[in-house]
């Protein structure tokens, strides 16, 4: 991937993010979100480089561009201890990999559930 194959969410390439185009109100803020194909190609860069952790936190990100932002923050919301139950987790992940195309992303969700079970936690039923 070359700077002229990079593309924003909304297929702009690097060349029309200019200033002048901000200014004359030709570009949103759209325009400027990262796209999962680019996320994806900078996972493989860093994966080739050694840096495995890394790439898997790009992959999971690639999955989550497809995702509302409020929906991401839900997200992160029901990661913090004591947020959610068992249960609320898993379902959380299932819906993840099936509702929103998001596998290692609900794969996360998963590892967490069992992690935070282990350490005791989760929230509790209301």
Known sequence: MTEDTVHTATGRTLDDLKMEAVLADELTAEDFRISGETLRHQAETAEAAGYWQLGEN??????????????VLDIYDALR????????????????????????TAALVREAAEVYQERGILGTAE
């Open 58 to 71: 790009l992959r999971r990100a690639a999955e989550l561009t497809g995702i509302s932002n409020e929906e």
């Open 81 to 104: 201890p004591r947020r959610r139950t068992y249960s609320d987790l898993l379902a959380l992940a299932e819906r993840l990999e099936t509702d929103l195309a998001a596998p290692l």
